[in-house]
């Protein structure tokens, strides 16, 4: 019986490693180049390379693409062992856990795996960190510390909110899993991100919008922010697990569009994609630009507001 197209492509892709032909870290053909070499959709070439993943013979690296994989059973030459009470630190605790958490995403982040990295065992970690909350607290203050606010302030409100929001969105950027740690709703206390929090009241303080407004405003930036970085993970698990960037998943979907298009419900939205004419990539680093960019004239429109009522009560009196 014949294999399927999936299949054969993975045989190969497994030869070429047996002989050589790809090392461990070389890059695999990505879905595309396989489509097109193999003759086959980017779906089958997607699965193939799935396939591959599953078995540990591939894994997908941010900002890389699909390369060979460690072979299982190696030893992992980041890690070495650590004398007990020795060189173990909280901040190489801290590190060791950024580093998974960059690599591998915020789910394969566990006290083992992080003990695994450091090369000492889990439960020499509590002596650093009270548990995994606590070392995800510490990952927070460490990350965004790298892009510390400025000692001092921008001149006006505007340009200080802006400020804030610009090093969240390059903490972000550099840290994809900070978008899983960190909750609107439920946010925990880290010191550096009351910082961004003390940083924005600071700024507003001088402005005639009350307190609940001044609240809003803050929190409105924050999940602004916070809202267009969660696509920058999504993207890299969504990579992981189908081997597809970003623009061959679309492409792939072209035919359910057109098929879409072609019903004629969406009249409004076929024109705009027909006057695209193709020319549109969703960049998120321009979107936040453009995003940032209007929200801050609807604010600046709301507090000019306030601030003029205020100016003219005061003449009335």
């Not at 889990?122 to 510390?148: C, N, Q």
């Not at 919008?209 to 409105?220: G, P």
């Not at 024109?271 to 004419?277: H, K, T």
Request: hydrophobic share 45%; charged share 25%; aromatic share 8%.
């Amino acid at each position: 019986m014949s294999q399927p197209p999936h299949a054969r492509i993975a045989d190969d892709i497994r030869r070429r490693i047996a002989d050589g032909r790809l090392r461990e870290g070389d890059r695999v053909p990505s879905t595309r180049q396989l489509a097109r070499d193999w003759g086959v959709a980017l779906a089958t070439a997607a699965k193939a390379l799935t396939l591959l993943a599953r078995e540990g013979v591939v894994v997908a690296e941010p900002r890389v693409g699909t390369v060979v994989a460690k072979p299982r059973g190696r030893p992992v030459s980041a890690r070495r062992p650590v004398a007990p009470g020795g060189d173990l630190t909280r901040e190489r605790v801290v590190r060791a856990a950024i580093e998974i958490a960059d690599a591998d995403g915020f789910s394969e982040l566990t006290m083992r795996a992080v003990a695994d990295r450091v090369g000492a065992a889990t439960m020499s970690l509590y002596r650093h960190v009270g548990g995994k909350d606590d070392l995800i607290l510490l990952m927070i203050d460490a990350v965004v510390e790298e892009f510390p606010l400025p000692k001092v302030f921008p001149y006006g409100w505007r340009a200080r909110l802006e400020t804030s929001a610009r090093l969240q969105w390059a903490a972000y950027r550099a840290h994809p899993w900070l978008v899983k740690a960190t909750s609107l709703v439920r946010p925990l206390p880290s010191s550096n991100l009351i910082r961004h929090t003390e940083w924005a009241f600071a700024a507003l303080e001088d402005t005639p919008i009350d307190a609940m407004t001044k609240m809003h405003v803050h929190t409105l930036l924050y999940s602004f922010v916070q809202g267009i970085a969660v696509n920058i993970e999504v993207e890299r698990q969504a990579f992981a697990a189908t081997g597809l960037t970003q623009n061959e998943w679309m492409d792939g979907q072209e035919d359910n569009l057109r098929t879409l298009f072609e019903t004629g419900g969406y009249p409004a939205f076929s024109r705009v994609v027909d006057d695209l004419a193709g020319a549109f990539d969703l960049d998120l680093d321009r979107l936040f630009e453009f995003g940032l960019s209007a929200l801050l004239d609807g604010l600046t429109t709301i507090i000019e507001r306030r601030y003029t009522r205020f100016v003219v009560r005061r003449w009335r009196r």
